[in-house]
């Protein structure tokens, strides 16, 4: 197995956890410009590390603030 599958075997591992935790995937959550958790717009970031998270989690900045907080 590659590494290029194993990724993609991730990505798809963490969208299905997202759809069956929070009813929407993260890649979903992105591509309408949303959170994967509080479901709300998620466009301003605090800094560049806060829009990477997003592309990775799904997470808005708010939401990011109280899981890593």
């Known amino acids: 197995m ?3 599958d194993k990724d993609i075997e991730m ?3 963490l969208n299905e956890l997202s ?10 959550a992105i591509q309408k410009g ?3 958790i509080c ?3 998620a466009k301003v970031f605090k800094d560049n590390l806060s829009r990477v998270e997003y ?11 109280k899981v890593f907080e």
């Open 19 to 28: 759809y069956n935790t929070f009813g929407i995937s993260i890649q979903e």
């Open 39 to 41: 479901k709300k717009e």
């Open 11 to 13: 990505k798809v591992a």
């Open 34 to 36: 949303i959170c994967v």
């Open 55 to 65: 592309k990775i989690s799904g997470m808005c900045q708010e939401c990011q603030d």
């Open 2 to 4: 590659s590494f290029e």
